[in-house]
């Protein structure tokens, strides 16, 4: 058996993994599963279709049904035109705070879940724990989906997970589900003199916004259900955060895309409100093939994250109010990959150290305070699992 490392040990280790999401995280992987094999736990891998990227999960404690997963995601932001000052790679510690990329969206949580489960293995626990480590969080929480589905078909399946994005270690029992599409507009070009006789993409892709101010409008003007009601806004937003297209001022556009994002509330449904503006796309769509049948819409899904729906009496949430003595209601605005495990069947809460207003950030850090707060809570974790 090789050396025991301390959480912070680990943390060193997996912040100087530059996992950024563009890029393979194999070098992490492949660390992280040397160094669970050497201490005589099994690990299990999910890799992307390009093989570049893997999950990682593993099991340890009785071999059934109904431990506690601990789940985080490997990749993190870009730093690229960020002024840091120290190697973002490299965890420095300065005034009481651990700066480097991925200190506190979550390398420190992973750091903190992989010591944990080793303890759990050594130690011994009645109740089974259960690592989960994806990868493309950042772009989509894309990665979770494949990951859970292997896990649940390899491993006895947990009830519970924790996903420990920062929280400042408070309970969040909900967040907002959301989805991207591009959308792409194919026009057809004529003098815009004879604009008439042309279908101009920009214009047409402009009835799209105007349909999302329209239903932003509707929403807000909405009173919203007592769930609704704990977000910030309280109602489901449209919005277009990019859009480009035209070549000439005298040329109706052949092309434009924008960027159509939605952000739903609990009651809301993803799909719903897909089939809504396609409905609206495919409008449009008639209209434009009515002047020039060659013209069309096409959209792409960019992404989809699943909201988290605060549960009656959920057990994940028990179990973070219990070790962290929270008993506040708190939802967030960020996506994460819990939405993904509720609908998996897990019981699924928001709990993790640091502060989200560091992460994405140049000189992101953790406070040693909070670092030191995420290894007592993963120490009460263990008592609790002994216990069964
Ligand atoms: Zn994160």
Redesign the pocket.
Known sequence: MSDILSPRAIMDKLVGFPTVSRDSNLDLIDWVDTYLTAQGITCHRHYNEDGDKAALFAHVGPDVEGGLALS??TD?VPVDGQPWTSDPWTVTERDGRLYGRGCT??KGFDALAIWALVEAHHNGVARPLQLALSYD??IGCTGAPPLIEAMTAKLPKASAAIIG??STLRAVTGHKGSQGFHTRVVGFEVHSSLMHTGVNAIMEAAKLIVWANERNAENRARTPSTLAAMFDPPWTTCHVGEIEGGTAHNITAKHCWLGMDFRVVPGDSLSDWKDAYLTRVREIEADMQAVRPETHIEITKRYEVPGLQPEQDGEAEALARALTGDNGNHVVS?G?EAGHFQNAGYSAVVCGPGD?AQ?HQPDEYITVEQFEAGHDFMRRLLTRLKEG
């Open positions: 985080g995601h993190v969206d979550m969080e950042e994005e920062p960020y994460t989200i992460a």
